[in-house]
């Protein structure tokens, strides 16, 4: 099956600094790559994905790169701000019916310092 | 997502005890999921559904059940099976090849 490694596990920045947190994926057959962002205690809410066909998204200070060659995927965050910090998780889906099984990275803990 | 309810926000389950986790979803989604969320870590895909009375097994099916009799409701069963049963449950919804959306969680403890 699917194998997700992400890194860092943690991560401080200063506001106003860039923050990038990476993936690799192992299924060569995967083609959707989502990011959720998941605040103390609360749900994880997507912020931004990527099809397979697509190898940049961007959404205002938020970007996501594909290299399906190498297999991984990273997510770009600029001009971070306090409320920035929680916990992010990357996923990869393959293709499996209708419905995306999605299997998710280990998490890492941004934290953006005043 | 206010259209995902999950309930009770937190249970307690007493050993040989089963527990159900209750799902509903008012957003007309076909698929629905169930994911464990342990500290410090992701999530893991117990079970998921993508019409009304099918589910498949995820990647830690062991001492879960799910039914799916509604398309709005997806309940999960904690077995006495599962030894290890204390977690941060969550439950998810999609239109078919969509985003999924996830509900607020059940936190389940062992008394």
């Known amino acids: 099956g699917e194998n997700v490694e992400q890194h860092p596990s943690t991560l401080s920045v200063q506001e106003g600094d860039s923050a990038v947190i990476k993936c690799t994926y192992s299924?060569?057959?995967?083609?959707?790559f989502p990011w959720y962002k998941q605040e103390l205690g609360k749900r994880p809410q997507l912020i931004i994905d990527?099809?397979?066909?697509?190898g940049e998204k961007k959404d205002q200070r938020i970007a996501v790169t594909l290299n399906k060659t190498a297999k991984h995927f990273s997510l770009h965050i600029t001009e971070t701000q306090p409320e920035d910090s929680a916990v992010y998780f990357c996923?990869?889906?393959?293709?499996?019916?209708?419905?995306?099984?999605?299997?998710f990275g280990s998490g890492t803990q941004l934290t953006v310092l005043p | 997502d206010g259209g995902i309810t999950q309930s009770p926000k937190y249970l307690f389950r007493k050993e040989g005890q089963n527990v159900t986790l209750s799902c509903e979803q008012n957003l007309n989604h076909d698929a629905m999921y169930w994911y464990r969320q342990d500290p410090g870590q992701g999530l893991r895909l117990i079970y998921y559904s993508q019409i009304v009375n099918d589910f498949q097994k995820g990647d830690i099916a062991e001492g879960y059940s799910v039914s799916r009799e509604k398309k709005e409701s997806f309940p999960l069963t904690v077995t006495s099976a599962q030894k290890n049963p204390t977690a941060f449950y969550l439950c998810?919804?999609?239109?078919?090849?969509?985003?999924?959306?996830f509900g607020d969680g059940t936190r389940l403890s062992i008394l």
């Open positions: 990527i099809r397979s066909n697509v």
């Open positions: 996923a990869a889906s393959n293709p499996s019916g209708s419905a995306r099984q999605l299997t």
């Open positions: 998810a919804s999609s239109l078919n090849y969509q985003p999924q959306h």
């Open positions: 299924d060569s057959a995967s083609n959707y």
